[in-house]
């Protein structure tokens, strides 16, 4: 986009073949870490943290990581081994954790901390035990809210977090997988999977069985190297729930009915030990007993060829009396038997076309109607599918109040893997009882600080050309590439000080490129210089049996169908004839 055709100075120097050079070496690295060289800028910060003390009253749990002290005090890494069959080594919950400032200055707030995943392609475990164990059961709104910053992108990875079920007994140290929690909630990314997860665990109150229950159709992530807010919304009297995602509303469902499977199970289900009766018909066709085979229905694929006859020469006999089998001079024939001669393979048929007995061949029948078979018809009995009577569903409960029925969590959890490193979490927020208001107040006075710094820092690395304003950081797009080329042409000045990561590498390909093939490709000193001429091929019997043998230094020019032979003199070095 931005430009097409051929720009040209004075019409001698082309810039497309220039353009297309570096356009192929910025594919060769766009995928590295080039983005994070336009992001983290020098820029002065426009406030500096002060932490949020305006909720008051019931249960709320508020966490600012104000202070790296809060690393191993209120957060505890887990030390345990991921439940799995594998390396142990890659199984271990061996991931660091560190509390520090965003790797991005320009865009975040002087002094505010954050919780991070450091160790690309590794399992991390850390959790936070809650002042007390908190439930939904009296509650109007319940929030759950926290930022997340993908500061190297996000190619495999998760950045969700559990809120453990309070009668969970296992320490903290030793926390995997399996500790059993009451709702999960965050953004996942890997493969074909990008979701914000929304799941809960609710125990069967008649089978005492505990299951998974996850929103049939979450809505997808945010990738993108910058805070994201994800907030979950419910609301317990009518188990409805909200999804947004940077405060907007990505979706809204409800526990009873979005849910999968289904939080109730069935009241009936179908009886596992009923069979089908013998006399029950369940096809809708049968065969034909009845139909025979038409008189004139030829099924035979194949016929003799009655036109076919010997050719001449043929040898019936294909094994003669062997003459050096002679009947020995000790044969007792009253013990032994009549002595026969023993047989050899008539030498007559070296030359005949055939040996042995002929046999007239076959070929295709032309009245061949292929292979019959009796017609299908309507089944006289046929009583439709058979389908199992239902019986009332033994593990059936009927649950009016999903949410109110969660079992009462004590713990957060952020037990995740990820490929890159630096994933950032801030600003978590625990409600069961503050107002929206409240919670709006909490979020301005934080995601929307940074929300108004990034996007602040986003114009500041606006490159303004024309009618084309295109961000530094996607300078390696097609209209970013198109800007600087475009540029280059009307102010290279400007084009080297907007662009120089691009004018760098231009160079290196334009200049780079070539002089690598150069120092590779030129002949070595004392190398004979190789000439090629092209001689006739061959001549051969065409009745000759035996294959002649190809010289390996002779090659074929498949396109003329050519022969090549090297041949090598003193003066003339190596050459080749044809």
């Known amino acids: 986009g931005g430009f097409s055709g051929r720009f040209s100075f004075n019409s001698h120097f082309s810039v497309m073949p220039f353009i297309q050079s570096f356009t192929f070496a910025l594919l060769a690295i766009v995928r590295g870490d080039l983005g994070n060289l336009t992001t983290r800028t020098n820029s002065a910060n426009v406030s500096s943290y002060k932490p949020f003390t305006g909720f008051h009253g019931d249960f709320t749990f508020v966490e600012q990581f104000d202070s790296r002290s809060v690393l191993g005090n209120r957060w505890v890494t887990s030390e345990a081994q991921k439940d799995g069959d594998g390396d142990e080594e890659l199984l271990q919950y061996r991931g660091e954790w560190e509390v520090e400032m965003p790797i991005d200055s320009a865009s975040s707030i002087s002094g505010d901390f954050g919780l991070v995943m450091k160790t690309p392609a590794a399992h991390h475990g850390i959790s936070a035990q809650l002042p007390q164990k908190f439930s939904l059961k009296d509650s109007k709104l319940f929030t759950l809210q926290y930022e997340v910053n993908l500061q190297e992108g996000l190619e495999c990875g998760g950045a969700y977090l559990k809120l453990v079920s309070a009668e969970s007994k296992v320490d903290q140290e030793a926390l995997t997988d399996r ?233 957060i959890f952020f037990e995740l893997w990820t490929i890159q490193p630096n994933i950032l979490f801030d600003n978590i927020l625990i409600s069961t009882m503050q107002t929206q208001e409240s919670i709006d107040a909490f979020t301005a006075a934080t995601f929307g600080v940074k929300d108004r710094l990034q996007k602040a820092a986003r114009e500041d690395r606006k490159i303004k050309f024309g009618d084309v304003r295109v961000d530094a950081a996607e300078q390696f797009t097609a209209e970013g590439l198109a800007v600087f080329s475009e540029m280059l042409m009307v102010d290279p000045v400007k084009a080297v000080k907007n662009f120089p990561i691009l004018f760098g590498i231009s160079l290196l390909a334009m200049f780079g490129v070539p002089l690598v093939l150069f120092t590779f490709t030129r002949d070595r000193p004392g190398k004979i210089p190789t000439t090629t001429t092209k001689v006739a091929p061959k001549l051969r019997r065409k009745d000759s049996m035996e294959p002649q043998a190809k010289p390996e230094d002779e090659e074929k020019d498949e396109d003329n169908g050519v022969l090549y032979r090297r041949t090598k003199s003193a003066d003339e070095g190596e050459k080749e004839t044809q």
């Not at 999960?184 to 999977?193: H, I, S, V, Y």
């Not at 409800?254 to 018909?281: F, G, Q, R, Y």
């Open 179 to 411: 500790v059993p929690y009451s709702i999960m909630f965050g953004p996942d990314r890997c493969g074909l999977t990008n979701k914000v997860h929304f799941i809960i665990q609710f125990t069967n109150p008649v089978t005492k069985e505990t299951h998974q229950h996850e929103l049939k159709k979450p809505p997808t992530m945010h990738v993108a190297r910058q805070v994201v807010l994800y907030t979950l919304r419910i609301y317990p009297e009518t188990d409805d729930f909200e999804i947004l995602v940077d405060d907007q509303l990505r979706i809204k469902g409800n526990l009873k009915t979005d849910m999968d499977p289904p939080v109730s199970p069935p009241e009936m289900i179908p009886d596992a030990n009923a069979k089908k009766p013998e006399s029950w018909h369940d096809a809708p066709k049968i065969v034909d007993e009845l139909a025979t085979k038409p008189a004139d229905w030829v099924d035979e694929e194949t016929i003799p060829d009655v036109d076919a006859v010997k050719p001449e020469g043929w040898i019936d006999n294909d094994v003669v009396p062997d003459p050096n089998d002679k009947m020995p001079s000790d044969w007792n024939a009253p013990k032994q038997g009549k002595w026969v001669q023993g047989v050899m393979r008539n030498p007559a048929c070296s030359h005949a076309p055939g040996c042995g007995e002929w046999k007239r061949p076959s070929k295709a029948n032309p009245a061949y109607k292929g292979k019959w078979e009796p017609p299908m018809i309507d089944n006289p009995n046929y009583k439709g599918p058979w389908i199992a009577p239902e019986i009332p569903n033994p593990a059936y409960f009927k649950v009016d109040e999903i949410a109110k029925n969660l079992k009462p969590m004590s713990m």
